[in-house]
């Protein structure tokens, strides 16, 4: 869990500061950068799904219950005073090059968790568990193989 140290100049409503040291600690909860990171490698080209096929399997059947969508699925993260590490579980989709994919899932995850957090991410890193087949299906078990 991340903490700050803060101190800020507050703008009043009449569009005056108050300049007075206004000081305190903000906490970034770990849930908030795996949340952060799971948003930025979904939004990268190429990931399929998140998490293994057991993570996946269980977080579809509890999000049809409670109706979510968990963005920490196949997220881990280790968050200090000034850095996180992050580790994510993705499925590719077939055709996208998986270097270029986890390229843009690395660079994402720092910008994003940098830019909300003012964390320093120390490192990303990723394990490609699938590739996904346009034509498979995810309830039959898998892609079908020539005999």
């Not at 903490?3 to 770990?30: L, P």
């Not at 998490?51 to 963005?71: E, F, I």
């Not at 986890?102 to 940098?114: F, K, M, P, Y």
């Amino acid at each position: 869990m991340a903490v700050k140290e803060a101190s800020s100049t507050t703008a009043m409503s009449n569009g005056h500061h108050h300049h007075g040291d206004i000081k305190g600690t903000t906490t970034i909860a770990d849930s908030v950068v795996a949340s952060i990171a799971g948003i930025a490698t979904r939004d990268a080209s190429g990931v399929y799904a998140m998490g293994g096929s057991m993570t996946r399997t269980l977080g579809a059947a509890r999000d049809k219950m409670v109706r979510s969508d968990d963005a920490t699925r196949g997220v881990q993260v280790e968050v200090g005073e000034k850095q996180a590490a992050v580790d994510v579980d993705v499925v590719v989709e077939y055709g996208y090059p998986i270097t270029r994919t986890t390229e843009e899932i690395r660079s994402g995850i720092a910008d994003a968790v940098e830019t909300m957090t003012g964390l320093e991410v120390a490192e990303v890193n990723i394990d490609v568990l699938d590739v996904h087949l346009p034509d498979s299906d995810d309830e039959g078990g898998g892609s079908p193989r020539a005999r």
